[in-house]
């Protein structure tokens, strides 16, 4: 069954630091691949998507993804967070009609 | 907001009770999706409609569970003796073309 593993829970870290957080997936086809947001009190939002061509791609508010086919992953990535960061994260395949999530992680950015 | 509604925001029950919730997809969405959210977990596919189809049940989607869709517009979901591990946010999500999934902002259940 298709799957989709974040393996980092809690991720805590001051402003201007790089983030990346970590997202397997697991599905032998062809993948599209998500990554939404969810600041406290707010529903969740798209941060960027991979369909196919580029396996590096840009969102929103400064985060990139890169799709690693040979490792089955689909890291988030920015090279300096800010306090407004903080929030938590989900990675999520779409398969067979409907989006399958990670867990989920949060993060914390102190000030 | 995000053009999907969710009523009511929150809604607390007691223990065998039944609970009704509704959510409102902007009117492009012929594709309407039901997910739960518990602390600590992802959301978690329930159901979904394509216009007044559902076309999809998961197997967490109890006997006690039933959505509707009727004339493809808004969808309910109903929860029937709801017991205290249906607590959770409920989260419904519209979808058109382009795979692109607009999230409500929940319902969150709580039983006592």
């Known amino acids: 069954a298709q799957s989709v593993s974040q393996h980092n829970h809690h991720v805590i870290l001051s402003e201007a630091a790089s983030l990346e957080l970590g997202c397997n997936y697991s599905?032998?086809?062809?993948?599209?691949l998500f990554w939404y947001v969810q600041y406290p009190g707010q529903h969740l939002q798209l941060l960027l998507k991979y369909f196919s061509g580029d396996p590096l791609v840009k969102g929103i508010k400064g985060f990139e993804a890169e799709f690693i086919k040979s490792k089955f992953s689909f890291n988030l990535r920015k090279p300096s967070v800010q306090w407004s960061d903080t929030a938590e994260y989900f990675c999520a395949l779409y398969n067979t009609d409907k989006l399958i999530f990670g867990t989920g992680t949060r993060l914390q950015v102190f000030p | 907001d995000t053009g999907v509604s969710q009523d009511p925001r929150h809604k607390i029950t007691k223990r065998g009770q039944n609970v009704t919730f509704r959510c409102d997809p902007i009117s492009e969405h012929n594709r309407l999706y039901w997910y739960r959210q518990t602390l600590g977990q992802g959301p978690e596919f329930l159901t979904y409609?394509?216009?007044?189809?559902?076309?999809?049940k998961s197997r967490l989607l109890s006997d006690r569970f039933s959505a509707e869709r009727p004339k493809g517009s808004f969808s309910t979901l109903e929860i029937q003796r709801t017991e205290q591990g249906d607590s959770a946010m409920y989260l419904c999500?519209?979808?058109?073309?382009?795979?692109?999934?607009?999230f409500g902002s929940g319902t969150r259940l709580t039983v006592v």
């Open positions: 999500a519209g979808s058109g073309a382009n795979y692109g999934y607009t």
């Open positions: 409609f394509q216009n007044e189809a559902q076309l999809e």
């Open positions: 599905y032998g086809g062809t993948v599209n």
